[in-house]
């Protein structure tokens, strides 16, 4: 189904009163933008080294540690052209409510399965909210800039979830994931819909 490719299966799709003010809010959302980003290397990186171990995920992290830069680097270039600095860092009201969904405790490989879904989860939102700005936004660069955005968050969404699978089984991933989407469905309801943020 179309609707899985581009928007995985998220139980609560975003406001639409959201894709409105993002537009009239270009610099702050480029700047949150940003840093998502960021986040997303350095979040990967941090898996890599906290479990060196274990192969897959090295050889499968490695190569998305240096797309997500270079979104970074190109999201920056889109700032600068439009005279705009990176700016500091936001408070992510969205990330500090989803690390409440993770379960405390447990084994090392639990723990893993847990971060994986957490990254798989982010990918999947931010995947959403690009093909709004891709759909919507009028400037043409940008909106192209978003649709390939789409895709290669799609693709590392799929290898979140693949590496999570083959750490703890389909079955349980599948359940646990299901428990995720709820979550997150009840952190976008309460969340306030603001344009400066990505999500
Ligand atoms: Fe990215
Ligand atoms: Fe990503």
């Not at 490719?5 to 139980?11: D, P, S, V, Y």
Request: glycine fraction near 4%; charged fraction near 30%; include cysteine.
């Amino acid at each position: 189904m179309e609707q899985n490719k581009t928007t995985l299966g998220l139980n609560l799709p975003t406001d639409p009163r959201w894709i409105n003010i993002a537009e009239m809010n270009i610099e702050d959302i480029l700047v949150d933008h940003a840093y998502c980003e960021q986040k997303a290397a350095s979040s990967c990186i941090s898996l890599i080294v906290s479990y060196p171990e274990r192969r897959e995920l090295v050889d499968m992290l490695t190569p998305v540690v240096a797309e997500e830069w270079a979104h970074f680097e190109r999201v920056i270039e889109q700032l600068n052209k439009r005279g705009y600095a990176l700016g500091k860092q936001r408070k992510d009201e969205y990330v500090s409510a989803l690390n409440g969904i993770l379960k405390k405790g447990g084994s090392r490989d639990q723990q893993l399965t847990e971060k994986l879904l957490m990254n798989a989860l982010i990918e999947a939102r931010s995947c959403e909210r690009f093909k709004i700005l891709w759909k919507n936004i009028e400037d043409e660069e940008l909106s192209m800039f978003y649709y390939e955005l789409m895709v290669s968050e799609a693709g590392h969404y799929h290898n979140f979830l693949d590496l999570a699978k083959s750490y703890s089984g389909e079955e349980y991933v599948i359940n646990r994931w299901k428990e995720f989407l709820e979550a997150e469905a009840e952190i976008i309801k309460n969340l306030e819909v603001r344009g400066d943020r990505m999500h």
